[in-house]
C-alpha cells in the first residue's frame, strides 16, 4: 500500500510537471482601424508544487503604448529614434475589456509596477498545485507599425503579427517574468493553441500552425489553425500570398525569404538537404511545418552577407540562399523544440545551430573563402583577408569584441548584453566553442552528445546543466573548464611559449599563462610549415613544463591551426633551430591579422588644413582590422602648400583589465608636425598616461577617464607679430566624466594645468535631455579661473569666449590662425561656448558661462549663451547671444546662425554672412563612431 501511494503521488506530481495549458483565440482584423478584437480562452494548470493566489500574463503587444515601457527604453539605448519620434497611430497598444471566470465573473487585475506589457490577475480563492483554472478575456489590439520590430502592419497593408495574442508567463520555480525587448523569442511554457480568425477576403494567411480549414463568406473569411506542444504563434495576413510552400520528403516548409531568383528545382533541392541534414544530425522535428520568414532572417542575419548589394553576387548560385535558409531554418527548428529559457540559457541553442552551420559549410563547401570569388580579383588576393576560409569569420566577429574587452559570459541575459554580442558575439563564441570542444575531445563524442541531448529533451523542460551533463558524459577527458570557464565567464585565453630547451632527444617547453582562463591549449611541433607533432596542454595555471620529442621541429607553435579561441595568438611561435619566431611580413594595406608572421602595413594617407593644403604620404603601422594592446603609427607626409614635410607618430600599449571598473590603463608618446600659419609650423610632442573606467554593466554608456600628459610645444617665430613665447611646456590633468544615451546625456569634467608662466583650472558640464513630447533641450555649462597668469598681457593662454586659441593643439581647428574669411567661422564648442564675437573676447582672470538651446522643429533649434568675462584690472563684464541652430548632425555637421547680442540685431548686419559659425566633423573616426555607438 505505502509503495502505490508513493507511485500515486510520483504520477501526480509527473503530471503537473508536463501538463500544459491550452489556448483558444477568436480573432476579428478590422483593417480600417488596424486592430484585431479578441475573445480568448485560457486553460491555465498550476505546475508548481505550491498554491498560487495570481496568475501573470504576458501581454507584449502593449509594449509599444508608451515611451516609457522596457522595449521604448532599448530603443533608446540602441540609439533607434524611429520610436520615440513615431506618431501615436503608428504605435501599437492593447485595450482590456474584461476578463472573466468561467461562469463569467470578473476577475480582478492590474499591471503591476506600471509595467505596461504585464497583467497580473488576481484569484479569489488559491488554486492548488495540479488544478487548472480557466480565463476569459476580451480585447482590442492596435497593430504596431513594422518599423519598430519588422513586426507589424507594413507599408503594403500586411500584418506580421508576433506575440499578438496574450499568454500565460512561464512557472518556473516561480513566476518568469520578462518584458518585450525585442530579443528574439518571448520565454513560455508550450502550449496547445486553437486559433480562428476572421479575416476581410482580399488577405491571404500564413503560420508554421497546422491550417484545418478555411471558409470563405461574402465580404470575409475564416481560418482555422490548430497546434499542440507550441511556443509561438506567428501569423502573417497578407494582400497577395507571398510564401512557398514546398514539401520535402518530411515536412512542410513555408517560406519568403528571398531566393536571389535561383531556379525552382535548385532550391527544392536545397531546402531538401538543408531539413535531411538537420534531422540527420539532430533528430526529427515533432510539427508538420517549418515556418521561415524573411523577417526572421533580418533579424538574425548572417553579416557581412546582408551588407552586400544586391549585383555583387561573390557566391556560387544558390550559395547565399542556401546559408540563409540553413540558418534561419535551424533557428527556428531548435527554439521550437529546446525549451531552455531564451533569455538567460540561450547560448545552448547557439552553440549547436552554429556549429550545425560551420558543419554544413564544411561538408558541401570546404573551399568556400569569406569573400568568396573577390578573393580571386587582383589586388584583393593579396590580402590575408581572401585567405580565410567562410567558417573562420566566427572566431574572427567574437574576437572583435574579446580583443575590446567587452566580451561578456555566454550565461548573461540576453537584456544585459551588449548589442553586439546579443546580435553577433556571443552566438558565435557559443558555435566556436563546441568546434574548440570537438578538438579537445574529438568530434564524435560532441556529435553524439548534441543528438542524444536533442533526442531527451525536445518538446520537454530542459536547462543548459542538462547539455553539459550530456556533453559530460560522451567525454573521456575533464572538461568541467567548459561550463566554468569559457561559459561562465568572460576569461580569455593567451598563451605564450616562454622558453624551450635542448634536453637530449627531447625538448623542454615551458608555457606560460598570460590570463586569467585555465583553459587547455594545443601545442604543435613544425617543419617547413607543415605540422609533425600535435598534444594538449591542461591545467596551466601560470607557467607548466612539458618534454616533447625533438624530431623533425624547427618550430613551436600553440594553436597553430587557430581551433582554441585564443585572443592573441601572436605570441605563439618559438624558433628551435630557425633564427626567427617568425619571419616579418610588409603588407600594402591594413589587413586581417595573420598570426605567422610579424606584420607591418603601410597605405597612402591624407590630410588637409589651409597653410598646409593636401598633405600626403605614406603611413607605416601595425595595426590589423582587430585592436591590439601595442600600437604605432608613423605618418611622414609632404605639404603641398607648405611645400615642406609634415607629419605625425605615435606608440600606445594598453594594459586590460577583465571585469574590472578600471578596465584599460593606456600609456605612450605622439608627437605631430603641422603649419599653425603661413611659412610657421608647430611640433608637439607628448608623453601621456590614461586610466579607462567604465560601469560594470556593459549596456551602461557610462565612462570615466583620467588623462595625465606634458605637452611640449616649440613654433616658428612669426616675423611680422613676434610670440612672446613660441616654445612653452604645459603639465596637464584632465578628468572626464560621460553617459551618453539617446534620451538623457551628461557628461563633465575638471581640467587643470601648469606651465612655468600660469596655472589654470576649469570645470565643465553638458546636459541634453529628449521629452516624451520630442521637445529636447540642451544645457551646457563652464567656469575656469587662473591661479596665477605671468602672461596677462597676452591673451594666448587665455579663456576664449567663443573660439579657444588652442595652444595644446587638440582640436581639428582647419585654419587655426586665421581671422577672418570661411575657415575663421569654423567653432568648437569649448570653454565659453559663445557663437557671436563679442568684446571682450579672452579672459585672462576667470570666465563663466551658460550655454543652452532647445527645439523648434526637428532640426531646428533655438540657442542662446550667457556670460561673465574677468579680466585683471577690470570688473566683470556680462555678454550674452542668441540665435538659430541648424543641427544636421548633431556635433558633428551643424550650422549656427546668430540673431541678437551684445552687439544688437545682429541678422541686420551687411557682413551677416560671415558671422554664420558651423561644426563639421571630416576625421574618418570621429565619424566612424557616430555608426558603431549603437553597437558597443
Known sequence: MRYLQFFLILFFFSGCIFAQNSISVNARLIDSTRTLEVDQKIRFINTENRELVSIYLNDWNNAFSTKSSDLAKRFAEDYSRRFHFAKLEERGHTRIHSIQDSLNGEYEWDRPGEVPDLIRIRLEKPLPAGDSIELKLNYSLRIPDDKFTRFGKDQQGNYKLRYWYIVPAPLDNGWKLYSHKDLGLQYVKPYNIDISLDIPTQFYAASGLDLIKTTTNLNSKKITFKGTDRIDGTMYLTKSYIFESIKTDSKQVITNIEDEDIQLDLKNALLERVVGFLQERLGDYPHKNLFVTQEDYLKNPIYGLNQLPSFIRPFPDGFQYDIKLFKTLSDYYLHNTIMVNPRTEKWVTDAIMISLMMDYVDTYYPNMKLVGKLGDVIGLKWFHAADLKFNDQYQFLYMNMARMNLDQPLITSQDSLVKFNENIANAYKAGIGIKYLEDFIGQEPVKRSISEFYSEYKLKPVTDEDFIASLKQNSEKNIDWFFEDYVGTSSKIDYKISHVKAEGDSLKVTIKNRLSGKMPISLYGLNEGNVTYKTWVEQVKDTKSIYIPKQDIQRLALNYESKVPEVNQRNNYKAVTKFLNKPIQ???????????????????????????????????????????????????????????????????????????????????????????????????????????????????????????????????????????????????????????????????????????????????????????????????????????????????????????????????????????????????VAEGGFKSQLQPEFANDWLMSLNGSTNIWNWIYAYGDVGLVKNKGSNAELLYDSGIRVSLVQDYFELFFPVYSNLGWEIDEPDYDQRIRFIVALDINTLIRLFTRRWY
Not at 577617464?705 to 611646456?729: A, C, G, T
Open 586 to 828: 610588409f603588407r600594402l594595406l591594413q589587413d586581417v591579422e595573420d598570426p605567422k608572421y610579424h606584420q607591418i602595413f603601410f597605405m597612402p594617407e591624407f590630410e588637409y588644413n589651409l597653410y598646409d593644403g593636401i598633405s600626403i604620404g605614406p603611413k607605416l603601422y601595425n595595426k590589423t582590422i582587430l585592436s591590439k594592446t601595442f600600437n604605432f603609427a608613423i605618418s611622414p607626409k609632404y605639404g603641398f602648400n607648405s611645400e615642406t614635410f609634415v607629419g605625425s607618430a605615435s606608440f600606445v600599449n594598453t594594459h586590460q583589465f577583465e571585469n574590472k571598473e578600471l578596465y584599460a590603463i593606456s600609456y605612450g608618446m605622439a608627437g605631430t608636425r603641422f603649419s599653425y600659419g603661413y611659412d610657421l609650423f608647430y611640433e608637439k610632442f607628448t608623453p601621456f598616461l590614461t586610466f579607462n573606467f567604465r560601469n560594470a554593466y556593459l549596456r551602461s554608456n557610462e565612462r570615466q577617464r583620467l588623462l595625465i600628459r606634458n605637452v611640449n610645444v616649440k613654433r616658428d617665430q612669426n616675423p611680422d607679430s613676434p610670440l612672446l613665447q613660441p616654445d612653452y611646456n604645459v603639465f596637464n590633468i584632465n578628468y572626464r566624466y560621460s553617459n551618453p544615451n539617446f534620451i538623457k546625456y551628461f557628461s563633465g569634467g575638471i581640467d587643470y594645468q601648469l606651465s612655468d608662466k600660469f596655472s589654470k583650472i576649469s570645470f565643465s558640464a553638458e546636459y541634453r535631455k529628449l521629452f516624451k513630447n520630442n521637445r529636447q533641450i540642451n544645457l551646457r555649462f563652464f567656469s575656469g579661473a587662473f591661479i596665477y597668469n605671468d602672461v596677462s598681457t597676452n591673451d594666448y593662454f587665455s579663456f576664449a569666449l567663443d573660439r579657444p586659441t588652442d595652444y595644446l593643439f587638440d582640436y581639428n581647428y582647419y585654419g587655426r590662425s586665421q581671422g577672418s574669411g570661411l575657415f575663421s567661422q569654423q567653432i568648437i
